[in-house]
């Protein structure tokens, strides 16, 4: 069983749309968790942190459901520069462990 | 530096050869990953320093990878007697603090190996 569990898609969703990404984790110890950004040919950039009291950017909302191990990020009013892949990351303390990403097209 | 270097940026190999992937990371961090990520897949884990220390080396996927960090900033990933199945991207990661649950990991942006 992969550590890292997501839905690699593709997203293909109108601009303005709210589209939102699931991941679930394996390791009940897993102590930080992340969404990365990784766009064609170019290494991941972390979006943004994960917290139990969830947590917000502009339009990207991040929540962690550590009893369910599950992982979410939540695009509000999407745009067209928001394609990307998005790698949900858990780190255990020792590792970094990525899923293995989800694509969004965001279309015109 | 400003961030974390990476080079070559792209490698071709015969099979066989052997190949050295070099990672600058940024000045100060304490923490070094080395990840392969394939196409259309996620980042996989190979190895891990603290300083000079090579902490975890589980990932590595064959007695032909080794890794070294010899005075704690740059690291080489070698790979011996290239494979088709080594064709992958390369990414090397910092980040400052050890262990700590707030670590954040910095990529470079990789290195494209390409084993013909």
């Known amino acids: 069983r992969k550590e890292v569990e997501q839905d690699p898609g593709p997203f293909n969703v109108p601009e303005g749309a709210t589209v939102a990404f699931n991941c679930t984790y394996s390791n009940s110890a897993s102590q930080s968790f992340f969404w990365y950004r990784q766009d064609c040919r170019k290494e991941p950039k972390l979006l943004m942190s994960?917290?139990?009291s969830g947590n917000e950017d502009g339009r990207f909302t991040a929540q962690l459901n550590r009893a369910s191990q599950y992982i979410s990020l939540l695009i509000r009013d999407s745009k067209l520069s928001d394609s990307a892949t998005y790698l949900c990351?858990?780190?255990?303390?020792?590792?970094?462990?990525f899923g293995t990403g989800t694509s969004l097209t965001v279309i015109p | 530096g400003a961030g974390v270097s990476q080079s070559p940026r792209y490698k071709v190999a015969k099979r066989g050869q052997d190949v050295a992937l070099r990672c600058d990371p940024i000045?100060?961090?304490?923490?070094l990953f080395w990840y392969q990520q394939a196409l259309g897949q996620g980042p996989e884990f190979l190895t891990y320093f603290q300083n000079e220390a090579q902490l975890d080396k589980s990932g590595l996927p064959s007695d032909r990878f080794f890794a070294e960090r010899p005075e704690g900033s740059v690291s080489t990933l070698k790979i011996q007697r290239t494979q088709q199945e080594d064709s992958a991207v390369y990414l090397c990661?910092?980040?400052?603090?050890?262990?700590?649950?707030?670590?954040?990991?910095?990529f470079g942006s990789g290195t494209q190996l390409s084993v013909l």
């Open positions: 994960v917290y139990s």
């Open positions: 990351v858990v780190n255990t303390g020792n590792q970094f462990y």
């Open positions: 990661a910092s980040s400052l603090v050890a262990g700590a649950t707030n670590e954040k990991l910095l």
């Open positions: 000045s100060g961090h304490v923490s």
